[in-house]
């Protein structure tokens, strides 16, 4: 097993659950998936997150996700599994299951019940009882759980939870947020900050002291390819290259739509068999695919351009 630590870095790839056309687990495309995003710079994968389709399995089937995952990675790299559940006994027996097989951490989203911050720190406290000291990615993506989280809030959380060892960012605007946790004396020791929303905001994040992404996009080795190149120094080479891949980026963030742009390239660059998704879904029209591939031609342009 490979841990996930307070030094967490690089970029934590958002896996998609690859499904048949009929709905069922694509367990051949995981292993295929799971090659891909190593070979394009993966530093960690994420499993069932919200772009994972997570809420449509059953409880036996992201175990065998998350087994299928962690025995393909084979301890290269740090795997962390969504756990977010309505009860604190489906979360427990999840962890426990997912960690048993090799999974480095595991990931909670607050209830959208959560409104004060002691209602927040006391529950991310039961998290820690039930997952067993697990490390733990806290994630705070107040545009989907509608639960604001504080800088004071994150601060007590992992100040006083030790398992707490990364925060995944994905406020949106929160870039004021990132370098007030990265403020002098703030936090007795220094986290793993991991930035969500597609990417869309990587430079601008990295510059404010993130340690990468924890997010998904088709096109993985941008993210990596990005912090590695920031961490290096080359700011301006970093923000070329993000610029030749942000209008797919942006198109990737619709609501609503947006998964099913991203299962559609991944299939059509070979990660998957199947662009498809398990109901309820959205499904892509002629002119949606028309416009993804004129955005590919674009970008393949200008990449050349680059290079």
């Given at each position: ?34 090659e ?6 993966a ?37 962390v ?5 309505p ?40 998290v820690?009882?039930f ?16 639960v ?65 992404a ?8 941008m ?47 070979g990660?998957?068999r ?9 499904k ?16 393949e ?7």
């Open positions: 097993m490979s841990a996930l630590t307070t030094s967490a870095n690089g970029v934590y790839v958002i896996a998609v659950t690859p499904f048949t056309p009929e709905g069922d687990i694509d367990f051949e495309s995981i292993d295929r998936m799971v891909f995003y190593v070979e394009r710079g530093t960690g994968l994420t499993l069932l997150g919200m772009m994972g389709e997570a809420p449509k399995l059953t409880l036996s089937e992201s175990c065998a996700v998350a087994r299928r995952v962690t025995a393909r990675v084979d301890g290269r790299m740090p795997v599994v969504g756990v977010s559940a009860g604190f006994a489906q979360m427990a027996e999840l962890t426990r299951a997912v960690m048993a097989d090799g999974a480095g951490g595991v990931m909670v989203a607050p209830p959208a019940s959560l409104r004060t911050d002691d209602q927040i720190l006391g529950y991310y406290r039961q820690a009882e997952t067993d000291g697990t490390p733990l990615v806290v994630q705070d993506f107040p545009l989907a759980t509608g604001q989280m504080s800088v004071p809030v994150l601060t007590r959380i992992f100040n006083e939870i030790d398992s707490a060892v990364c925060l995944k960012h994905e406020d949106w605007p929160g870039l004021e947020k990132i370098s007030a946790l990265r403020e002098a004396g703030r936090l007795k020791q220094r986290i793993s900050i991991l930035c969500g929303n597609g990417g869309i905001f990587l430079p601008e994040e990295m510059g404010r002291g993130a340690d990468g924890m997010t998904g996009f088709a096109y993985p080795e993210l990596s390819d990005v912090t590695t190149l920031w961490r290096k120094g080359e700011y301006d080479r970093a923000r070329d290259l993000f610029d030749a891949y942000l209008p797919m980026a942006r198109v990737e963030q619709q609501p609503g739509m947006g998964l099913a742009v991203r299962k559609y390239v991944l299939a059509r660059r990660a998957i199947h662009d498809a998704q398990r109901r309820p879904g959205v892509l029209s002629p002119a949606a695919v028309a416009e993804i591939e004129t955005l590919i031609a674009r970008q342009k200008r990449l050349k351009e680059l290079h």
